[in-house]
């Protein structure tokens, strides 16, 4: 299988891209999906959702005070 960026991968072989994404090779073909949730339910006003690409997690904290995290209700992915 030949990936977007041009990169050959083996039949029946797993990776993660630089964004995140978990693909597979198969003989039908690249399979990716996203390999993070995204945080939906909280407050937007108080708090901002900050994505760090070394765990391919969101962190979820007060916009005035980033070590103070905000509670989060619903995730999507």
Do not use: M, Q
């Amino acid at each position: 299988c030949r990936d977007s960026k041009g990169d050959l991968h083996e039949f029946n072989s797993h990776w993660r891209t630089n964004d995140c994404h978990d693909c597979s090779c198969s003989r039908d073909g690249i399979d990716c999906c996203s390999s993070f949730a995204t945080p939906a339910g909280y407050d937007e006003e108080k708090c901002i959702s900050i994505f760090n690409k070394e765990t391919c997690t969101y962190k979820v904290v007060e916009k005035d005070d980033h070590s103070k995290e905000c509670p989060v209700h619903t995730w999507v992915g």
